[in-house]
């Protein structure tokens, strides 16, 4: 708990509102005249992402509406309740402006970084969930933001606080980065191996994904299993978009034998409903209680046909970017629900390699995901202080 008196946060700042435009005012791309645009997408945790911006006709914006170095843009509106208050600070001035459905905190009284660092503490998450639900958008009003209580220590102690706080969170971000490094670096010695899939550049003999391994196994051959047997149970939320599982919750076989998608140990998991399947989401089945699980039906299981194909290639061929794109354009169903089809894997054909360089890949993979275990410790740790120096300083 902070050691310092709280004040009002609205006596501190201003806030400014975004550029309202039509769409005949907006380009998509950049022109002379106009000026890019920030949206809520481009507030990011680890920033202000500046990709994928529009541009508005310099006219529609005021010279107080160019973000500055220090301040907070804020998305103010939105749809989904996660992303409406999600926060990130400029550090340079900038000849960019924001949208409607965001603002930004600007101050002259408050040391920029150490009220920058404040938008991220969870006591400013917290209350502003509390505060912005409406009935079909959720929306920060100002008054919102000028409730807010902040600890206001002395200049020199809010620059000290400043730096600790963006010492570790460069730290993270360096971890982070190092982590996606080791993720690019599997998917070189994927294309280095295998070459492109579609190009079939090694000259291997093609063949339907379908007959590289099982699809989707029958639920007849775990008919052996006892109602009392322990199971993992893996749902949609359980895999991420970089493919790491979480195993942790177990049932009873009696619980999930009906109306379940079931996998053995070292199967792939390949989601196949939108959005989940564009995001790339998908695993290797590993850490299962009694090596048996059960989980999410909007899963496809891909099982490894011994001395055809093994789990690393599987699962790596899955998640390139141009297998999805093919998945995507075969998928079926209606616009708010589409579904990959189980007879796309008897259309997709691919270089099949040999079993021996495959496993010569696995090696590899396993060596990089040894390294990136050490990556992912260091950043729970860092997370770890990074959260423990935020309740230090801004939590109630």
Sequence with gaps: MSKWEKVTLGNFIEQIRGVSYNPKDASITAKPGY??????????????????????????????????????????SSGSKNLVGKASQAYKDMNISFGAFCKVIRTNKIYAPYLGNFFKSQYYRRTISEHSSGININNIRNEHINRLQIPLPPLEIQKQIAKTLDTVSEMLAMRKQQLTELD??????????????????????????????????????????????????????????????????????????????????????????????????????RGLKNNIGFGSTEFHVLRPK???????????????????????????????????????????????????????????????????????????????????????????
């Design 184 to 285: 690019n670096l599997i998917k070189s010695v994927f294309y280095d191996m295998f070459g492109d899939p579609i190009k079939n550049t090694k000259g291997w003999e093609r063949k339907e994904l379908s007959n590289c391994c099982y699809v989707n196994p029958k639920k007849s051959e775990i008919n052996c299993f006892t109602d009392n047997l322990e199971v993992s149970f893996v749902s949609m939320a359980s895999v991420s978009e970089k493919g790491d599982i979480n195993t942790n919750e177990i049932k009873l076989y009696k619980e999930v034998k009906a109306g379940f998608t079931y996998f053995y140990e070292n199967d792939v998991l390949f989601a196949k409903i939108t959005p989940c399947m564009e995001n790339g989401k998908g695993a290797i089945a």
């Design 35 to 76: 000026v890019a645009i920030l949206r809520a997408h481009n507030i990011q945790d680890e920033g202000l992402n500046l990709n994928d911006l529009i541009y508005v006709d310099r006219s529609k914006i005021s010279d107080q509406q160019f973000i500055k170095a220090g301040d907070i843009v804020i998305c103010a």
């Design 306 to 396: 011994n001395g055809i194909s093994n789990s690393e290639w599987l699962y790596h061929l899955t998640a390139l970017p141009v297998f999805r794109d093919s998945a995507e354009k075969n998928m079926t169903g209606s616009a708010g629900q589409k579904r990959v089809p189980v007879s796309f894997f008897d259309k997709f054909f691919v270089p099949l390699p040999p079993i021996s360089l495959q496993d010569e890949f696995a090696t590899i993979v396993t060596k990089i995901e040894a390294q990136k275990s050490l990556v992912k410790k260091s950043i729970e740790e860092t997370q770890l202080l990074f959260d423990s120096l935020m309740s230090q300083y801004f939590d109630e």
